[in-house]
């Protein structure tokens, strides 16, 4: 999730809106497609338009495409062991 203003002045347009589950209920956003690096690695990733005060998140998605995962001990990213099962 990135903060719409960030998105737009980028030049990122939505492409759809979707529906999301939250704390509490249901909420809608603006989904879309950012190019982004990480470790010197680019890739395209699905984002989500958020609003002033949303905080900016890498998801799940974006690590799993990237090839990474959390080491939360070190607090650090990683390659992840990937399956090709």
């Known amino acids: 999730m990135v903060r719409r203003d960030i998105l737009e002045g980028l030049g990122i347009?939505?492409?759809?809106?979707?529906?999301?589950?939250?704390?509490?209920?249901?909420?809608?956003?603006?989904i879309g497609e950012?190019?982004?690096?990480?470790?010197s690695e680019r890739r395209t990733v699905p984002v989500i338009f958020g609003e002033a005060g949303d905080p900016v998140v890498i998801g799940v998605t974006a690590l799993e495409i990237f090839g990474l995962e959390v080491d939360v001990v070190r607090g650090i990213l990683r390659e992840a062991e990937l399956y090709l099962l």
Request: glycine content about 16%; proline content about 4%.
């Open 13 to 30: 347009k939505p492409l759809g809106r979707r529906r999301f589950r939250v704390f509490g209920g249901y909420v809608e956003h603006d």
């Open 34 to 39: 950012a190019g982004l690096m990480i470790m």
